[in-house]
């Protein structure tokens, strides 16, 4: 499984964009790039999930290049709410079935 | 919003006693999983479950743990004999075949 290396922590404040990247140097061709959110004492959400190029949903977008080596969480005007631990993932499609390997994600701390 | 509901949401339990950790995963999910988390620590794959048989378990699913569905709503981790080392947030998960793991919010176990 490929290895992720995120930013340990982070720091914004209400209203602004929040991009956390995520290096992923040794993805396979099967990988797809996962991104979950976990607040204190609560299990892990799924956010979104690309294999390239763009995603967008309702509650962020994901920015994947063309070597897929790296991706980008982008939270648009973040509030504390989002205050949170966010994961980087790569799942193997056709390999482990719910097999996540969490890393120690990024602790992004919104401030008002 | 169908959701994985987990019982108890914490358990205090002596050294060497039997604990059995109960989830309800979403209904229509067929692939159901347990995962923990030490306080301040990643979270860590334990065990899949698919078709009434375990598919995958890591290294810290030892003789100590047993997974179940016992009907067709429930899905039980039992440990055997806890240990210290056993304290931690315990998540059930389910998915259906898209992948997306549904988490609950979680068992804190606390081994004394």
């Known amino acids: 499984l490929a290895k992720t290396t995120q930013p340990i922590s982070m720091d914004s404040y209400e209203g602004q964009e929040v991009n956390i990247t995520c290096s992923h140097n040794n993805i396979a061709t099967n990988d797809y790039i996962t991104w979950y959110q976990q607040f204190p004492s609560q299990g892990p959400r799924f956010i979104i999930q690309?294999?390239?190029t763009k995603v967008t949903n309702e509650v962020a977008s994901l920015f994947i290049p063309a070597d897929r080596k790296s991706s980008t969480l982008s939270l648009p005007r973040v509030s504390l709410s989002d205050t949170a631990v966010y994961y980087c993932?790569?799942?193997?499609?056709?390999?482990?079935?719910?097999?996540?390997?969490f890393g120690k994600g990024t602790k992004l701390s919104v401030k008002p | 919003e169908p959701e994985v509901t987990q019982t108890p949401s914490h358990q205090v339990t002596q050294m060497g006693q039997e604990v059995i950790l109960r989830c309800v995963p979403i209904?229509?999910?067929?692939?159901f999983y347990w995962y923990r988390q030490i306080l301040g620590q990643k979270v860590e794959f334990l065990v899949s479950?698919?078709?009434?048989?375990?598919?995958?378990k890591s290294e810290i699913f030892d003789d100590q743990f047993s997974v179940e569905r016992p009907d067709g709503s429930n899905f039980t981790l039992k440990i055997r004999s806890t240990k210290l080392e056993d304290s931690a947030m315990y998540f059930c998960a389910s998915s259906d075949s898209t992948g997306e793991l549904f988490f609950g919010e979680g068992s804190r176990l606390t081994v004394l």
């Open positions: 993932l790569v799942e193997n499609y056709g390999g482990s079935q719910g097999n996540l390997i």
């Open positions: 690309g294999y390239k």
């Open positions: 479950f698919y078709n009434n048989e375990i598919s995958e």
């Open positions: 209904s229509n999910h067929l692939y």
